[in-house]
């Protein structure tokens, strides 16, 4: 099957910085990827799309400035985390579909802890 | 309104047993199913899709069946053994459009026990 590669699989930070989460396909291009969040023994929480070349579309609830997602070519997108509180701490997933075929695939998930 | 739901949170079974999961939606119309496995702390693995043409789809130990007139999909592992310990996921596509996030059950949380 296809393979989403995301990094870092683990990250600590401080209060207050930042925090890049990258998430790659690696064998196919995908103009659509999606970012999720979830707390433990809960299911995923879409958080947004992310679409290549042009502005995520963020769920309900999600702060967009406080979540930046940049996807600027067909295999990465990249999910930073500005100024992290302890309440961002989570652990946070990437998912991608090859065009054509409708199997999802996710990354390897981020455990973000911020202290 | 639209649901998707695993009935069973958590289901215990013996190891060599067949294990049945669940998975009922409701106001939808999916064209396919898909089921995925997620172990603690690692992103979900994809594991069978079956189309709404299909009745039944096996890969080695794993059996898919979807019935649109219940509207319910089962996953069954045959001969289950304590590595199949994890929580199964079921997901379908709202929009069948392939360009929509998918939807997903909260998950059963299966542990096999030896």
């Known amino acids: 099957g296809a393979v989403v590669s995301q990094h870092p699989s683990r990250v600590i930070c401080k209060s207050g910085t930042s925090v890049k989460i990258e998430c790659r396909s690696l064998d196919f291009q995908a103009t659509t990827m999606f970012w999720y969040r979830q707390f433990p023994k809960q299911s995923l929480m879409l958080m947004a799309t992310?679409?290549?070349?042009?502005?995520?579309?963020?769920e309900q609830g999600v702060e967009k400035d406080k979540f930046l997602i940049n996807h600027a070519s067909l295999t990465l997108s990249t999910l930073t985390v500005t100024s992290a509180h302890p309440e961002d701490s989570s652990f946070y997933i990437c998912?991608?579909?090859?065009?054509?075929?409708?199997?999802?695939?996710f990354g390897q998930g981020t455990r973000l802890t911020v202290v | 309104s639209q649901k998707i739901e695993q009935n069973s949170e958590a289901l215990n079974i013996q190891e060599g047993k067949t294990a049945t999961l669940t998975c009922n939606y409701t106001?939808?119309?999916?064209?396919?199913l898909q089921w995925y496995r997620q172990d603690p702390g690692r992103g979900p693995v994809f594991l069978l899709l079956?189309?709404?043409?299909?009745k039944e789809k096996r890969k080695e130990r794993l059996k898919v069946t979807f019935d649109t007139t219940l509207k319910q999909s089962l996953f069954h592992i045959t001969a289950s053994q304590p590595a199949d310990s994890a929580t199964y996921l079921c997901?379908?596509?709202?929009?069948?459009?392939?360009?929509?996030?998918?939807?997903f059950g909260k998950g059963t949380r299966l542990s096999v026990i030896a």
């Open positions: 998912s991608a579909r090859p065009n054509g075929i409708p199997e999802t695939f």
């Open positions: 106001n939808y119309s999916p064209a396919y």
């Open positions: 997901a379908l596509d709202p929009s069948n459009s392939g360009n929509t996030p998918l939807v």
């Open positions: 992310s679409n290549e070349g042009s502005k995520a579309t963020y």
């Open positions: 079956i189309r709404e043409n299909e």
